[in-house]
Protein backbone atom coordinates (compact mmCIF):
# COMPACT_ATOMS: atom_id res chain seq x y z
CA UNK A 1 0.00 0.00 0.00
CA UNK A 2 1.68 3.15 -1.06
CA UNK A 3 1.24 6.13 1.58
CA UNK A 4 2.48 9.91 1.99
CA UNK A 5 3.01 11.08 5.15
CA UNK A 6 3.40 15.15 5.25
CA UNK A 7 5.18 16.51 8.88
CA UNK A 8 6.71 19.93 9.34
CA UNK A 9 3.61 22.37 9.43
CA UNK A 10 2.55 24.37 12.36
CA UNK A 11 1.67 27.79 13.15
CA UNK A 12 4.55 30.33 12.33
CA UNK A 13 4.39 34.60 12.63
CA UNK A 14 4.67 36.33 8.97
CA UNK A 15 8.34 36.52 7.57
CA UNK A 16 8.96 32.94 9.53
CA UNK A 17 9.95 29.85 7.77
CA UNK A 18 9.20 26.26 7.63
CA UNK A 19 10.09 23.03 5.87
CA UNK A 20 7.70 20.49 4.92
CA UNK A 21 8.74 16.94 4.36
CA UNK A 22 6.67 14.44 2.78
CA UNK A 23 8.09 10.37 3.49
CA UNK A 24 6.33 7.90 0.53
CA UNK A 25 6.32 4.39 1.23
CA UNK A 26 4.76 1.16 -0.31
CA UNK A 27 5.90 1.48 -3.58
CA UNK A 28 9.83 2.95 -5.29
CA UNK A 29 9.33 6.44 -6.78
CA UNK A 30 12.18 6.31 -9.28
CA UNK A 31 11.44 8.11 -12.21
CA UNK A 32 8.76 9.62 -10.48
CA UNK A 33 7.83 13.08 -10.00
CA UNK A 34 7.49 14.82 -6.17
CA UNK A 35 5.41 18.04 -5.54
CA UNK A 36 3.31 19.77 -3.06
CA UNK A 37 0.13 21.45 -3.55
CA UNK A 38 -1.40 23.17 -1.22
CA UNK A 39 -5.42 24.37 -0.28
CA UNK A 40 -6.61 27.28 1.01
CA UNK A 41 -9.98 28.02 2.59
CA UNK A 42 -12.60 28.45 0.16
CA UNK A 43 -10.09 28.31 -2.69
CA UNK A 44 -9.51 25.37 -5.03
CA UNK A 45 -6.57 23.15 -4.95
CA UNK A 46 -3.35 24.80 -6.03
CA UNK A 47 -0.21 23.83 -7.34
CA UNK A 48 3.18 24.91 -5.20
CA UNK A 49 6.12 23.07 -6.76
CA UNK A 50 7.51 19.98 -8.20
CA UNK A 51 10.46 18.39 -8.63
CA UNK A 52 11.90 15.26 -10.72
CA UNK A 53 13.65 12.43 -10.15
CA UNK A 54 16.53 14.39 -11.91
CA UNK A 55 16.00 17.42 -9.81
CA UNK A 56 14.76 19.76 -12.23
CA UNK A 57 12.05 21.65 -10.56
CA UNK A 58 8.78 23.60 -11.24
CA UNK A 59 6.83 26.77 -9.41
CA UNK A 60 3.48 27.47 -9.06
CA UNK A 61 2.52 30.99 -9.04
CA UNK A 62 5.09 33.92 -9.06
CA UNK A 63 4.73 33.97 -5.84
CA UNK A 64 6.35 31.08 -4.32
CA UNK A 65 9.21 31.48 -6.63
CA UNK A 66 12.53 32.80 -4.51
CA UNK A 67 10.51 31.81 -0.85
CA UNK A 68 9.89 28.51 -1.53
CA UNK A 69 12.51 25.71 -2.36
CA UNK A 70 11.97 22.06 -2.96
CA UNK A 71 14.05 18.72 -3.02
CA UNK A 72 14.10 15.87 -2.61
CA UNK A 73 16.17 12.93 -1.04
CA UNK A 74 15.73 9.81 -3.78
CA UNK A 75 17.32 7.18 -1.66
CA UNK A 76 14.67 8.07 0.99
CA UNK A 77 11.65 8.55 -1.18
CA UNK A 78 10.96 11.95 0.78
CA UNK A 79 11.05 14.96 -0.66
CA UNK A 80 11.03 18.23 0.97
CA UNK A 81 9.22 21.91 0.64
CA UNK A 82 11.77 24.79 2.48
CA UNK A 83 9.42 27.99 2.67
CA UNK A 84 10.88 30.91 3.68
CA UNK A 85 9.26 34.88 3.99
CA UNK A 86 6.01 33.25 4.59
CA UNK A 87 2.64 35.54 4.25
CA UNK A 88 -0.76 35.27 5.43
CA UNK A 89 -1.61 34.22 2.56
CA UNK A 90 0.48 30.96 2.38
CA UNK A 91 -2.14 29.28 5.32
CA UNK A 92 -3.28 26.57 3.98
CA UNK A 93 -3.49 22.45 4.20
CA UNK A 94 -0.11 21.65 2.16
CA UNK A 95 -0.82 18.28 0.09
CA UNK A 96 2.25 15.63 -0.77
CA UNK A 97 1.98 14.35 -3.67
CA UNK A 98 3.59 11.88 -6.42
CA UNK A 99 2.94 10.47 -10.06
CA UNK A 100 2.47 7.26 -11.75
CA UNK A 101 3.78 8.40 -15.36
CA UNK A 102 1.97 11.40 -15.99
CA UNK A 103 -0.79 11.53 -13.60
CA UNK A 104 -0.85 12.91 -10.12
CA UNK A 105 -1.64 9.49 -8.73
CA UNK A 106 -0.59 9.36 -4.86
CA UNK A 107 -1.82 11.82 -2.32
CA UNK A 108 -0.99 12.45 1.39
CA UNK A 109 -3.53 13.77 3.85
CA UNK A 110 -1.89 17.09 3.99
CA UNK A 111 -0.43 19.01 7.30
CA UNK A 112 -1.86 22.31 8.12
CA UNK A 113 0.20 25.68 7.69
CA UNK A 114 -0.82 28.74 9.45
CA UNK A 115 1.28 32.20 9.09
CA UNK A 116 -0.27 34.98 11.08
CA UNK A 117 0.07 38.98 10.82
Known amino acids: QVQLVESGGGLVQAGGSLRLSCAAS????????MGWFRRAPGKEREFVAS????????FGADSMKGRFTISRDNAKNTVYLQMNSLKPADTAVYLC??????????WGQGTQVTVSS
Open 51 to 58: IAWSGGST
Open 97 to 106: AATAGTIWRY
Open 26 to 33: GRTFSGET
